[in-house]
């Protein structure tokens, strides 16, 4: 078999793969959220709703972009076999999303008063 051939079907075999967990993934959110609507009525699941809308804001803020920028550069250092540069932006990017969580956890918690009456009524 051909390089190419093997390429396309691992291409495939990872496409098709991916679309299974992607299906199983939407699948059981819809269970969960049918669970969650039944279980706690529409005020409560508007109110998880709300919640989880609060925590994935601040989810995005804490990152930074870092795994867009950490999957860029190991990409370029392995390319450059700089595994001790690997290593590092490792070690750097573990202790700044610690450090961002950490302070967004922080915030978080000291303005629940002002976040639980200005979403939540």
Same mark, same amino acid.
């Given at each position: 078999?051909?390089? %190419?051939?093997?390429?396309?079907?691992? =291409? %495939? #075999?990872? +496409?098709?793969?991916?679309?299974?967990? %992607?299906? !199983?993934?939407? +699948?059981?959110?819809?269970?969960?959220?049918? !669970?969650?609507?039944?279980?706690?009525?529409?005020?409560?699941?508007?109110?998880?709703? !709300?919640?989880?809308? %609060?925590?994935?804001?601040?989810?995005?803020?804490?990152?930074?972009?870092?795994?867009?920028?950490?999957?860029?550069?190991?990409?370029?250092?392995?390319?450059?076999? #700089? #595994?001790?540069?690997?290593q590092g932006l490792f070690n750097v990017s573990m202790?700044?999303? =610690?450090?961002?969580?950490? =302070? +967004?956890? =922080?915030?978080?918690? +000291?303005?629940?008063?002002?976040?639980?009456?200005?979403?939540?009524?």
């Amino acid at each position: 078999m051909s390089e %190419v051939n093997k390429a396309l079907k691992t =291409l %495939v #075999k990872g +496409a098709g793969i991916s679309f299974i967990g %992607v299906m !199983l993934t939407k +699948a059981s959110g819809y269970i969960y959220k049918l !669970l969650t609507a039944n279980v706690l009525g529409s005020e409560g699941y508007g109110t998880l709703s !709300l919640g989880i809308m %609060v925590f994935s804001m601040a989810t995005t803020f804490m990152m930074l972009g870092i795994p867009s920028g950490i999957t860029r550069f190991i990409a370029e250092y392995q390319s450059q076999n #700089k #595994k001790k540069k690997i290593q590092g932006l490792f070690n750097v990017s573990m202790k700044v999303t =610690l450090l961002t969580s950490f =302070l +967004a956890g =922080l915030i978080i918690f +000291a303005s629940s008063d002002f976040i639980a009456n200005t979403f939540f009524n």
